[in-house]
């Protein structure tokens, strides 16, 4: 049976008391706070879901003196892999008070303007970002901010004072290219980003560097004809790899440095009437969705849990700004799929 209450809109006090906790107790469970027992969290879940009660978040923002709003700021956010960011953090706070406020970045300019936004607490209660090392200028800001600020995939050295959650490119770029290597592929070809991203993204250049460990490893002597790099892109890799794979001794396999990359591979692979993988084999970066449905061979960073992990990282820190530094390592995972094979010839 429903509760029932004195009024026709519950309030917080209204929950607390029907669920015999504290109201600063549902609060902690509206802002999905770790540091609430399961069994707690569910029977005010229950509670609230019976009083069909729905939080004022005006006078709530009044109350509190907070804004009640979580920035990401993210770089390229209609891209595949930060769109599945972006999931694991939208879907963990879709049960708590906070709006997500997203700034999309693509140009050092929007980066420099939103990150002198940061120190200021009357714009957003903490803050999210993803994949973009702050320029050196903005760092002393950053590290007196009164807002809490989480880093999702940003490697900086000056970041120590900093939640953190990263994996590993260089770890990962190793394993790509030594499933290669042990499927018995010596002539490998790579397709990355410029190393000189005006943003400062560092994901290709890193997964490299674990690519040329692994060919180094083997043996295997590096040849620049079998390097390519350009803007990121689907189409532009499909250029760089027709380019490639018609060369006098074309490679039997490529590494893309992410599967979007990949995914232009592919297609120059099929324009070209170059089977895979019997006579190419293909392998990416991130585990995308798409990738699945391609069959594409690839390393996984789990991209959800990495956007999950820090919005958990940022609201544990918004509860409690005392807190020891953390620092969450995403595994990366080799995901063997249709797309490699051991070489023709």
Not at 133 to 151: D, H, N, S
Not at 310 to 319: A, N, Q, S, T, W
Request: no cysteine; net charge negative; hydrophobic share 40%.
């Amino acid at each position: 049976m429903k509760p029932v209450t004195n009024s026709s809109h519950p309030t917080i006090r209204d929950v607390a008391r029907h669920a015999g906790v504290s109201p600063g107790t549902v609060s902690r469970v509206l802002n999905n706070s770790p540091l609430v027992k399961e069994t707690t969290r569910q029977r005010v879940w229950e509670v609230i879901e019976s009083l069909n009660y729905t939080p004022n978040l005006i006078a709530r923002r009044l109350s509190l003196g907070k804004s009640l709003r979580i920035a990401v700021i993210v770089p390229f956010f209609t891209r595949p892999a930060e769109v599945e960011r972006l999931r694991g953090v939208v879907n963990h706070l879709a049960h708590t008070q906070y709006d997500l406020v997203i700034h999309n970045i693509e140009t050092p300019e929007q980066r420099a303007t939103d990150l002198a936004q940061i120190p200021y607490r009357e714009w957003v209660d903490g803050v999210l970002v993803i994949s973009l090392p702050p320029e050196e200028e903005f760092l002393p800001r950053l590290k007196t901010a009164e807002v809490p600020i989480v880093f999702v995939d940003v490697h900086h050295p000056e970041l120590r004072d900093f939640d953190l959650v990263n994996g590993d490119d260089v770890r990962g770029g190793y394993l790509a290219a030594r499933h290669l290597i042990d499927l018995g592929h010596r002539r490998i070809g790579f397709i990355g980003d410029l190393p000189d991203h005006p943003l400062g993204f560092t994901s290709s250049r890193d997964r490299f560097e674990g690519f040329r460990n692994a060919l180094a490893e083997a043996n295997i002597p590096y040849d620049s004809n079998y390097h390519a790099e350009s803007v990121h892109g689907q189409y532009l890799a499909q250029m760089l790899a027709e380019k490639m794979l018609t060369l006098p001794s074309p490679p039997t396999a490529i590494f893309a440095a992410s599967d979007t990359q990949a995914m232009g591979v592919l297609t120059a692979a099929r324009h070209l009437r170059i089977p895979v993988p019997e006579h190419l084999s293909i392998i990416g970066f991130d585990d995308i969705q798409v990738a699945e449905y391609l069959g594409l061979t690839t390393i996984r960073q789990n991209l959800y849990a990495s956007g999950k992990a820090g919005v958990e990282l940022l609201l544990e820190r918004m509860i409690d700004p005392k807190i020891e530094r953390r620092v969450v390592e995403i595994p990366n995972e080799l995901i063997i799929r249709s797309t490699t094979f051991p070489p023709n010839s």
